[in-house]
């Protein structure tokens, strides 16, 4: 004969409140200090900010060195551009002349 009546213990009600404030401490714990948490996202925040100043840096070096090159290029080839070049690849100058390196 089947009955419904057990008995209760005081330890079982405890039990899945526990469980739930183990799994929300866990969660919660790894939303901030977590490798993609809150801690995790100032930081790439930062690096993001550091970045973009030398991407900017490398971006304006690059447009320059570009500028120069379709000076050399063969369809609008400028004469003074060209001879500073090969005069500073050769290290030449004229007798009368002062150089000044700028790199």
Known sequence: MWTKYHKKRRLGRFVLPAIA?????????HC?????GLRA??????QRLVR???????????EHL??????????SLDKDMLDEKARYQLNYSKADEIVIFNN
């Open 21 to 29: 404030i183990a799994f929300v401490s866990y969660f919660g714990y």
């Open 32 to 36: 901030i200090h977590g490798d993609y």
């Open 41 to 46: 996202t100032e930081i790439f925040e930062r």
């Open 52 to 62: 973009t100043d030398e991407l900017a840096v490398l971006v304006a070096k690059r």
């Open 66 to 75: 570009e500028k120069a090159v379709s000076l050399l290029s063969d369809g």
